[in-house]
């Protein structure tokens, strides 16, 4: 059970604050509900008790798992590239990583469009999909990390520095 004033993780929204835990009557049934505020939007949530863990809500990971998954995004050796993947396929499995309860697998996401972004210009979508993932990471970083999330988004941001300025000279020639 979470306790109130506690830091949780919900998937695809973040980081959130367990501000109180409310009993609601809702057709009919009396149940308990965590009323959980997400730290980088103000969205409040409501998430029943009983069924909390099964919907994905979760402590903010460890120390030592924030540092395997900071420590993850650097390592590039099992990236296979796209090719042979469209971009609805690719999005689809995006989209559903970063639903998922595992960070890691959010970090996936975040490095793989990244990358991507080596060899084409990412479409919209794909930029969309990279800031999620970006505030997702960097968040849940943050705060397992102990440190501000603007500073672990500049050292991610550095981790990909190559990638970045690639981007930048291909946007510069195709000008």
């Not at 004033?5 to 919900?10: A, P």
């Not at 997702?136 to 943050?142: G, I, N």
Request: proline share 1%; with cysteine.
């Amino acid at each position: 059970m979470f306790q109130i004033n506690e830091l949780v993780v919900y998937p695809a929204q973040g980081v959130g604050r367990i501000e109180r835990i409310e009993s609601q009557q809702i057709s009919g049934t009396n149940a308990e509900y965590y009323i959980v505020r997400i730290l980088s939007n103000s969205v409040t949530l409501m998430v029943p008790v009983k069924n909390a863990t099964n919907v994905g809500l979760r402590h903010v990971c460890s120390l030592r798992n924030g540092q395997e998954v900071f420590e993850s995004l650097r390592d590039r050796s099992e990236f296979t590239g796209y090719t042979g993947q469209n971009w609805n396929r690719r999005y689809r499995e995006y989209s559903e990583k970063l639903k998922s309860t595992d960070l890691a697998d959010v970090a996936y996401v975040l490095k793989e469009l990244f990358l991507i972004g080596m060899d084409k210009e990412l479409s919209f979508g794909e930029r969309r999909l990279l800031e999620q993932a970006m505030t997702l990471v960097s968040m849940e970083l943050a705060f397992a990390l102990g440190r501000e999330q603007a500073d672990v988004k500049v050292d991610i941001n550095e981790m990909f520095a190559d990638v970045i300025l690639k981007q930048q000279e291909k946007l510069q020639k195709a000008k």
